[in-house]
């Protein structure tokens, strides 16, 4: 059995520590090791604990998720953080990515995609919440290409990219094989490959995950 991805949660709100607590703890590849209610406190506890994957409110007393997020980049370079934000402008995002994040995600659309960009990020790719995603392939914002480069992340090989792409647009095996020209077999490990790297469950999990990283504006 594959260990448990180990989490820090930090917020101000008691409220939405609650809720984001409860959403872990009911995941069982995740395991809480600590949790915040400001920046500094947070620091401290991520500081002792080592996690995998820190989720950091953007907005917290004493210390910032960004700043906060820039501290960890020099102090504990192997986690990696998720910001957690209400803000949803683009201006939010550049400066959230800037000093090292590897996700922005939505509080308003956490119950739904949480877990999910916890499993990204942790996995080594770049996650940003399905609601702002598309703003990455906007005239005024970085083109489709180099927005598709950075948000495939380094874990999976280009065919299980292009498999998960059409599995989540709803072909079969069987299409997928007659679309790509390579046997249904093949098809099958590719997918295989895939959802293992990424721990995905079922295909409403691919869909989720192919929505966040942008892949299928352009199918």
């Known amino acids: 059995m594959s260990a448990k991805v180990r989490i820090v949660l930090a917020d101000d709100h008691p409220i939405v520590l609650e809720g984001l607590r409860n959403l872990v703890a009911a995941e069982g590849r995740f395991e809480l090791v600590g949790e915040a209610s400001s920046g500094l406190l947070a620091l401290k506890v991520i500081r002792a604990t080592a996690p995998d994957v820190a989720v950091l409110d953007i907005s917290m007393p004493e210390l910032n998720g960004i700043v906060l997020t820039r501290r960890l980049r020099t102090e504990c370079p192997g986690v990696r953080v998720l910001l957690l934000t209400l803000h949803e402008d683009r201006a939010y995002v550049n400066q959230a990515m800037k000093p090292g994040a590897r996700g922005y995600a939505l509080k308003r659309t956490a119950a739904a995609h949480l877990l999910q960009a916890i499993q990204a990020v942790y996995v080594g790719g770049l996650y940003l919440d ?67 790297k990424l721990q995905l469950k079922s295909r409403a999990d691919i869909v989720r995950f192919a929505a966040a990283q942008g892949w299928l504006a352009d199918i």
Do not use: C, M, W
């Open 130 to 196: 399905p609601a702002i995603a598309h703003t990455l392939n906007s005239p005024n914002g970085r083109g489709a290409g180099e927005a598709r480069q950075v948000l495939q992340g380094p874990e999976l090989a280009n065919r299980e990219v292009q498999v998960l792409k059409l599995t989540a647009l709803g072909f079969t095996n069987k299409e997928i094989a007659l679309r790509l020209d390579v046997s249904a077999k093949s098809i099958e490990t590719y997918k295989a490959r895939a959802v293992e």
